[in-house]
C-alpha cells in the first residue's frame, strides 16, 4: 500500500492534487508536495469545465470563500466570435437541449429554423450571456425553472439553474495562481508537508521505480508513489524514466501562446459570464474576465505566424490597455505521455499530456486524473492491472478532446487563408471522418460521438456543429410527419424564461461586486430564497 505520497511541482496541478488527495484519505496517506523556489506559473487566468464544481464540493469549499480569494468569475458558456464569419458569434453553453415528443429540440430546429440563431432559441443560458448576466441572485440563490407551470421560482442552495435541462449550469473563471496559494494553506492546514525547493536529481533503482528525489536544501525526499505535477518538463515521468510523448501536432498544429494579463474597471466594462474565443489569422485569442482584470492570450501556430507577429495581434486585439504590459511568450506541449503512470510514478497536469485551450479542458485533464487516481490508488496486490487500467482512460479522455478540438478548426466556416484551407485538409484522427459523414445527414447523438468518456456529450458535438457553420445538416425529414404544435410552444418557452431570468438576475460584477463588500460571515450565512 501506498501510504507515503510525493508530489513534485506545485501549482494548480500539484495543489490540486495535494487537496483532494488528503480530502480522500485524510492523515492515512501521508502526502509531502516538493515545490521549486524558480518555476513560474504558466497560466494567466483559467477557464474551467463545469464539471470542476465536483471538485470544490469533495474539499467541501463555499464558493462565496474561495471565489473573492481567487478573483473568481461564473462561466456559463464559451463564445466563439468570427469562426464562421466576420463579426458572427454564437455561444457552447453549459446547458443540455430539451426534448420535444421524443426529439431533441435542435432536430426541431432544423426543421422549423425560429430564426438564424441556434443558440437562442434553444438555450436559456445563452441570452444570459448577451445580458451579461449572473446565475445567481445576490441573495445567493439559484434560479430553476418550475417544469409543472413553466413558471420561474428561486430555489436556495445547492439546487441548478434550468435544473432538469442542465449537467451543470456554469464552471468558474479564476486566478491560477491566486487558487494554488488559497489551496496552499487549505492543505498545509491540514497535514500536507510543503517543502519549498529545487529538485536536482531524480533517483531510479533498477526495476525502474523512483526512490526519491534529491534536494538542493533538504536532502532526499522519498515516497511510495510520486506524482509529477512539474509541467511541460515532465521530470519524473519523462526525463527520469523515459516514458515516450505521444504528439498531437499533426491535427493540432497551434504549438504556441502569447499572454497578457490586462487591467480593467469591471465597473465600466461589465464582467462577461463566458470566456471568449476569437478566431485569427493564425490561430484564437481567449478572453478570460477575472474581477478586476482580463486575462487574455493567442494560441497559434508557429508554422503560420512568428511570437513577434503574435504579440503585435494580441496587442491590437487588447488596444490602448496592453501598452507597456509585460507579454508571456509560452512553447505548448500538444499531446500525451504514452502511459501517465509508470512504476511508482503517476504524471498529472502538463507532465501528462495537454491539448490547447480551447474548451478550457486544462483543470480537467487536472481533475479527472486524480479522481482517476484515487479510485486506482494502488495497493501491492494487482498493481499493474490498476495502472493499466488507469492509462487506458486517462488516454482516452485525452484522445476524445482532440477529437472534439480537431472539429471545432474542421467543422467552421471559415476558409479565408491557408492556415484556415488547411484546418479542412489535415489529417484526422481514427474515425473522425467517418463520424463526419454520419453528422452530415443526422446530428450527433450518444452512438456517434467519441466512444470513450471524455467529459464531452452528444449536446456538446451538436451547439459546435449548428454554431461553426461549415457543416451542413438537414432537417430529419421524418418530421414533417409531426404535428409541431408542442415544438412550437418550447420554442417559446425557452424565450419566455429567458426573458424572465434575464429580468431578475443581477449582472455578473453586480453579484461580485456586492459579494466583495460583504464580510466574511455575511458570505457565508445560510442561503434564503
Not at 451579461?132 to 428561486?154: A, H, V, W
Not at 431578475?504 to 460584477?509: A, H, N
Request: net charge negative.
Amino acid at each position: 500500500m501506498a501510504k507515503n505520497v510525493v508530489i513534485v511541482g506545485g501549482g494548480t496541478a500539484g495543489w490540486m492534487t495535494a487537496s483532494y488527495l488528503r480530502a480522500a484519505f485524510g492523515d492515512r496517506v501521508s502526502v509531502t508536495l516538493v515545490e521549486s523556489k524558480n518555476v513560474p506559473t504558466i497560466g494567466v487566468g483559467e477557464a474551467t469545465f463545469s464539471t470542476v464544481r465536483h471538485f470544490f464540493a469533495y474539499l467541501g469549499l463555499d464558493e462565496r470563500e474561495w471565489m473573492p480569494e481567487c478573483q473568481a468569475t461564473y462561466k456559463l458558456a464559451i463564445r466563439f466570435e468570427n469562426w464562421r464569419t466576420p463579426g458572427s458569434h454564437f455561444y457552447h453553453p453549459f446547458e443540455r437541449p430539451r426534448v420535444v415528443d421524443g426529439v431533441p429540440l435542435a432536430d426541431w430546429w432544423l426543421h422549423k429554423r425560429p430564426s438564424d440563431r441556434f443558440d437562442l432559441d434553444t438555450s436559456v443560458i445563452a441570452a444570459l450571456c448577451e445580458h451579461k448576466s449572473s446565475p445567481r441572485s445576490l441573495g445567493g440563490s439559484l434560479l430553476k425553472r418550475d417544469q409543472s407551470e413553466g413558471g420561474e421560482s428561486e430555489s436556495p442552495g445547492r439546487s441548478t439553474l434550468t435544473e432538469q435541462n442542465s449537467q451543470f449550469p456554469y464552471a468558474y473563471h479564476f486566478d491560477a495562481a491566486m487558487l494554488a496559494g488559497y489551496l496552499t494553506k487549505w492543505a498545509t492546514k491540514r497535514g500536507v508537508r510543503h517543502i519549498l525547493d529545487d529538485v536536482q536529481d531524480v533517483r531510479v533503482d533498477e526495476r525502474g521505480a523512483i526512490q526519491h528525489v534529491l534536494t538542493k536544501e533538504h536532502g532526499e525526499v522519498a515516497g511510495d508513489l510520486f506524482i509529477d505535477c512539474t509541467g511541460f518538463r515532465g521530470m519524473l515521468l519523462n526525463k527520469a524514466l523515459g516514458t515516450p510523448f505521444q504528439s498531437y501536432q499533426d491535427t493540432l498544429p497551434n504549438d504556441s501562446a502569447v499572454a497578457l494579463r490586462v487591467p480593467a474597471d469591471m465597473a465600466v466594462r461589465g464582467i462577461n459570464p463566458y470566456t471568449t474565443a476569437t478566431a485569427q489569422d493564425a490561430g484564437w485569442i481567449w478572453n478570460i474576465p477575472l474581477f478586476g482584470r482580463i486575462g487574455t492570450g493567442y494560441v497559434y501556430a508557429r508554422d503560420y505566424c512568428s511570437p513577434e507577429e503574435a504579440e503585435r495581434t494580441l496587442r491590437a486585439h487588447v488596444g490602448p490597455a496592453a501598452t507597456d504590459l509585460e507579454a508571456n511568450h509560452i512553447r505548448m506541449r500538444i499531446g500525451r505521455s504514452e502511459r501517465s503512470w509508470v512504476n511508482n510514478c503517476v504524471a498529472i497536469g502538463l507532465s501528462s499530456g495537454f491539448v490547447e485551450p480551447l474548451e478550457s479542458t486544462g483543470i480537467f485533464f487536472i481533475q479527472n486524473a486524480i479522481e482517476q487516481l484515487v479510485k486506482h490508488f494502488p495497493g501491492g496486490q494487482d498493481d499493474d492491472g490498476l495502472r493499466r487500467s488507469y492509462n487506458r482512460q486517462v488516454a482516452g479522455v485525452m484522445d476524445g478532446v482532440r477529437e472534439f478540438l480537431v472539429l471545432h478548426y474542421y467543422a467552421a466556416e471559415r476558409a479565408d487563408n491557408q492556415y484556415w484551407k488547411d484546418t479542412k485538409t489535415r489529417p484526422m484522427p481514427d474515425r473522425l471522418a467517418e463520424r463526419i459523414e454520419q453528422w452530415k445527414v443526422k446530428l450527433p447523438d450518444s452512438d456517434t460521438v467519441f466512444e470513450h468518456y471524455h467529459g464531452f456529450e452528444s449536446y456538446s458535438y451538436v451547439a459546435m456543429l449548428m454554431g461553426l457553420g461549415g457543416i451542413k445538416t438537414p432537417a430529419a425529414p421524418a418530421l414533417h410527419l409531426f404535428d409541431d404544435t408542442r415544438a412550437t410552444a418550447e420554442f417559446e418557452r425557452v424565450k419566455a424564461q429567458a426573458e424572465a431570468q434575464v429580468r431578475r438576475l443581477p449582472s455578473q460584477y453586480e453579484y461580485f461586486a456586492h459579494l466583495q463588500q460583504m464580510s466574511p460571515e455575511e458570505r457565508l450565512a445560510p442561503l434564503v430564497a
